[in-house]
């Protein structure tokens, strides 16, 4: 099992509809978990961090976790164009600092 | 207010040869990791360093790859003896002191290996 899964895609959906990206960590006492937007050819960027259960709001994007589960997803509302890229899901593993990161879920927004 | 600095961002080397990547963290961090992208895969976290200490290197390769992050200057990966499969971007990430837990990437160098 992958410490950390994600879906790779590619997830489609057209302008102006939500995007849910989801991603399952194997490590039941990691304590942070991230998401990170990367352009092809570009570096990983910080979108969001959430550490506690439940929602975590920031403008069009929307985190989740669920430690019981395991999981953590983003929400992406009204995608746009611009939003195309892969989607990495990073955990920190307890009683580390270095991240694990998913292999990254493609998703394309059709305009 | 600069982010993190990577150089080169592109770098040949022939099979055989070294490869010194060089990684300044945003002003401020003092904490400076290592990440390796090899194509169509995910980022796999390599080592984390504070000034003049190696934290965690356990996803250092045993051989040929070091790691260091002197009191002045910036970090620098080192690849000695490089072959094809050390192709791969090469991502460093800084955070600050007493906030170890959010990363800010670099823009990466791209190592070729002919």
């Known amino acids: 099992q992958k410490e950390v899964e994600q879906n790779s895609g590619p997830l489609s959906v057209p302008e102006g509809a939500i995007a849910s990206l989801n991603c399952t960590y194997s490590?039941?006492?990691?304590?942070?978990f991230f998401w990170y937007r990367q352009y092809s050819g570009k570096s990983p960027e910080l979108i969001m961090f959430?550490?506690?259960?439940g929602d975590k709001e920031d403008g069009r994007f929307t985190a989740q976790l669920n430690k019981a589960s395991q999981y953590v997803s983003l929400l992406i509302r009204d995608s746009q164009p611009s939003d195309s890229a892969t989607y990495l899901c990073?955990?920190?593993?307890?009683?580390?600092?270095?991240?694990?990161f998913g292999t990254g879920t493609r998703l394309k927004v059709l305009a | 207010n600069a982010g993190v600095m990577q150089n080169p961002r592109h770098l040949v080397r022939r099979r055989g040869q070294e490869a010194r990547l060089r990684c300044s963290p945003m002003?401020?961090?003092?904490?400076v990791y290592w990440y390796r992208q090899l194509p169509e895969e995910g980022l796999k976290f390599m080592v984390y360093?504070?000034?003049?200490?190696?934290?965690?290197e356990s996803g250092m390769p045993k051989e040929r790859f070091s790691a260091e992050f002197p009191k002045e200057g910036p970090s620098i990966l080192r690849i000695q003896q490089v072959v094809r499969g050390d192709s791969a971007a090469y991502f460093c990430?800084?955070?600050?002191?007493?906030?170890?837990?959010?990363?800010?990437f670099g823009p990466g160098t791209r190592l070729t290996v002919l």
């Open positions: 990073a955990v920190t593993p307890s009683g580390t600092y270095k991240y694990i």
């Open positions: 959430i550490y506690s259960n």
């Open positions: 490590d039941r006492g990691s304590q942070s």
């Open positions: 002003k401020g961090h003092s904490h």
């Open positions: 360093l504070q000034k003049e200490n190696i934290i965690d």
């Open positions: 990430a800084s955070s600050p002191a007493g906030n170890t837990d959010t990363q800010y």
